[in-house]
C-alpha cells in the first residue's frame, strides 16, 4: 500500500475521471447533480448510503445509472416484509453429489447494491446487513465469506410511507457514510426529464440511458486507495471534531454524533477533495458533506421535532458556531 501523500498531479487526474463520471451520470439523472455528487462522494470513500426519497425522484434510476458507468457486478434486493437473512447473505445448500454443503451467494455478494425499500424488511433481516456494511463479509454457520472489492450499498427509503416499514435503528444508520435525499427536480429539469421520453428514453431499459462503462472495479479500488492519500492538515481535523462535539452539547438533540461520525467525515472529505481534483482537503469540502454525514446520526428532542426541528437544521447550527480554521492548504 502507497502510504506516500497524494501528490497534485495524481489528485487533478482522479479529479478529471471523476468530474467526466458526474457529467455522464447528470445525463441521465437531470436536476439532481448534488445528490449524484454525493453518491460519487459515497463510492470513493468506501462507504454505503441510505437514499430517501418520495416515490418517483429517481432514486432507483440514480443507482441503475451509477451501476451502468461501472464494469462490476450488480445486484439488487427488494425488501419485503417476509425477506428473510439468508435471501440476502446466501445460505449453506445440501449437494447431494458431494455429499457436503456449498454455500450459495446470495444478492449481497455483488460490487454494488441496491437495497430496495430497506425499511419494509423487520429489524433481523436489516441486521444481516450490519457486518457486511461494517467489515465488508458475512458469516454464515462460523464461516466468513468475503465481499467484492467495490462493495458498496446504497438503500434506498420512502420518507412519508409508514404502514408496514421498519424504521432502521440507531445502530444499523450509523453504518452508512451519508443520508442523501432527494428532492423534486425544477420545472426545466422536469421539462427535460420528459423530452428525454419524448427521444425514447425508458428507465426500465438501461441500454437507452447512454452510459458507457467507463470504469473498473480495479479503477475504483485504485481511486479509494488515492482518497485516503489526500492531505488532511491538523487544524482541518480538529475542526472535524469540533463539528461533531458540538452536536453532543446541542439542546435540541437527544443524540449527538458518535465518533464514527467523525470518521465518515474524514473520509468523505477526503472523497470531496478527490472529485475537485485537489490533493488537500479545505474546510469547504467538510462543510459540504456535514449535513448528509451526519444527518442520519442525529436524534432530535421530541419537544423540538414538534417545534418543526430537524437534524439538518442542527447540522448547520452546528456549522454556524463553530469556526472553520484559517490557512494556506497548499503549503
Partial sequence: MNDSPLSPDEAASAGETLAGLLDDLGRVVLGQNEVLEQMLVTIVAG???????????????????????????????????????????????????????????????????????????????????????????????????????????????????????YPLPEAALDRFLFKITIDYPSFDAELGILDRYAGGFDSADTSTYGVSKTMTVEQLVALRAAARRVRVERDVRRYIVELVRRTRDDANLLLG?????????????????????????????????????????LVVSPEAEVEGMTADARVRAALDSVEAPSGEWRA
Fill in 257 to 297: 454524533a458518535s465518533p464514527r461520525a467523525a470518521v465518515a467525515l474524514f473520509g468523505a472529505s477526503q472523497a470531496q477533495a478527490l472529485i475537485a481534483g485537489r490533493d488537500y482537503v479545505v474546510p469547504e469540502d467538510v462543510q459540504r458533506v456535514a449535513i448528509p454525514a451526519m444527518r442520519h446520526r
Fill in 47 to 165: 462507504g454505503h448510503a441510505l437514499i430517501e426519497g418520495v416515490p418517483g425522484t429517481a432514486k432507483t434510476l440514480s443507482i441503475q445509472t451509477l451501476a451502468c458507468a461501472f464494469e462490476a457486478s450488480f445486484g439488487r434486493i427488494q425488501f419485503t416484509p417476509d425477506l428473510m437473512p439468508t435471501d440476502v447473505t446466501g445460505v449453506n445448500v445440501f449437494d447431494e453429489s458431494t455429499r457436503s454443503f456449498r454455500f450459495h451467494q446470495g444478492p449481497l455478494f455483488a460490487d454494488l447494491v441496491l437495497a430496495d425499500e430497506i425499511n419494509r424488511a423487520p429489524a433481523k433481516t436489516q441486521s444481516a446487513l450490519l457486518e457486511a456494511l461494517a467489515e465488508r463479509q458475512v458469516t454464515i454457520d462460523g464461516v466468513t465469506h468475503p465481499l467484492p472489492a467495490g462493495f458498496t450499498v446504497f438503500a434506498s427509503q420512502n420518507p412519508v410511507e409508514y404502514e408496514g416499514t
